[in-house]
Structures are given as structure tokens and as C-alpha cells.
């Protein structure tokens, strides 16, 4: 019986072992997340109208903010040069960089808003029928990933990428996603979701690593 029991012993002890083995060459390391994109979840409803109102009212604040300080830039006539918008433009920057000098990542994306956003990009973006959005989200635009030799674009609030391409928001994402004024669009530059204002050429906020890794553009 004694016999019995230490082989039963030993048999549990090499499959526990064997399982150790297994989950080290499948699993994750211990503590380690895995990346943002592969991990939100679906929000609530309630979560889902919480993140949306406040989003909102986070927008409409900002917008109140370029109202006043657009006020006290000379205004475009209706009929204005490229020129003329372009030094509007850079005043309107040189404006909102005065007054939003401290802002910081997240005063439109707060955490509340931010895993909302997450998964509608990840329902367009994620699986065998995303291959058109993605596509639509690699044409012109300035990534790091799977092009070494593409000029690198280091995200933050109020940058500027005067000189990065602008990309094309998919149009079932769009649908998805908040209704923007037409003051501000939604820009992906590399994997990241930005906000950008369109008065200003700056970035009001973005969200890191939003979409999965992105394919290598056909040209």
C-alpha cells in the first residue's frame, strides 16, 4: 500500500513538474502584462456613456480654450492665401503653446476615457477582417516598426509633424468612435491615436500603442 502511494506521490509530482515546463515555454513571464492593444476589455454601458460624456466635456473645454485665444489672432478673410493660413496658423500655435505649456498626456484620454477608446480601435483592428482598416491606417503614415529607415516621430502633446504625412482615419472606426468638432481630428501617427487641432497643427492629447503592430506599407 506504502508503495502504492509514494508512486502515485512520485507520477503527480513529474506532471506538475511537466505542467511548470509546459506554462514557462507558453505563458507569459510572471508579472509581466501583455501589450496594451492585446489586453482591453469590453467596457460597460454605463463605463461606455461615463467615458464618452467626459471625454466631451474635456473637448469642449479645450475648444473654449482655442475660442479665446483665436479671438486675439488676427482673423483669416474668406478668401485666404496659403500664406495667410499658414501665419495664422503658427500664431495660433505659438498662442495655445503659452497657455497649455504644462499640459500632459491624458487631459482628454483620462483613465476613465482611455480603455473605451482602446477597445473600439481594437474591434476594427484586431482579426482576420481587419486587413482593409489596417491598411487604410498604414497608408502615409509616419511609423517606426517594420521601416528602419523612415524618419522616426516621437508622439507627445503639443508636438508638431509639420513634416509627417497625415493619415486616414478608417471610416467604420470613425463611426465608432466620438464625433470630433471640426476644429479637431483624430490622427493615428505610427500605432498611436492622436487628437490633433486642425487651427493650430498641434497634438492636444494621444493615446500610446493603440492599434496592434502595424504591416509594412506596399511602397
Excluded: C
Excluded at 506538475?16 to 505563458?27: F, R, V
Excluded at 500664406?83 to 498662442?95: C, G, I, L, P, S
Excluded at 516621430?153 to 468638432?181: H, I
Amino acid at each position: 500500500m506504502n508503495r502504492i502511494r509514494i508512486a502515485v506521490a512520485i507520477f503527480a509530482a513529474a506532471s506538475l513538474g511537466l505542467g511548470s515546463a509546459e506554462a514557462q515555454k507558453t505563458g507569459s513571464p510572471k508579472g509581466q502584462k501583455a501589450p496594451a492593444w492585446q489586453r482591453p476589455t469590453q467596457p460597460t454601458p454605463d463605463e461606455t456613456a461615463k467615458a464618452v460624456s467626459a471625454f466631451k466635456m474635456r473637448v469642449d473645454q479645450y475648444l473654449e480654450l482655442q475660442k479665446r485665444e483665436r479671438e486675439k489672432v488676427t482673423p483669416l478673410p474668406d478668401k485666404a492665401t496659403p500664406a495667410q493660413v499658414q501665419a495664422h496658423e503658427k500664431e495660433m500655435r505659438a498662442r495655445l503653446l503659452a497657455v497649455r505649456a504644462q499640459a500632459k498626456q491624458g487631459e482628454l484620454f483620462a483613465r476613465d476615457v482611455e480603455p473605451v477608446f482602446r477597445w473600439y480601435v481594437a474591434g476594427e483592428l484586431k482579426g482576420p477582417g481587419a486587413k482593409p482598416d489596417l491598411k487604410t491606417v498604414v497608408e502615409g503614415n509616419p511609423r517606426k516598426e517594420s521601416e528602419p529607415a523612415a524618419k522616426p516621430v516621437v508622439v507627445k502633446v503639443n508636438g508638431t509633424y509639420e513634416d509627417a504625412p497625415q493619415t486616414t482615419m478608417p471610416p467604420d472606426l470613425l463611426r465608432k468612435l466620438p464625433v470630433l468638432p471640426e476644429e479637431l481630428a483624430y490622427r493615428f501617427v505610427g500605432r498611436h491615436l492622436t487628437v490633433r487641432d486642425n487651427v493650430s497643427g498641434l497634438v492636444v492629447d494621444f493615446i500610446l500603442d493603440a492599434t496592434p503592430p502595424l504591416p509594412p506599407s506596399s511602397h
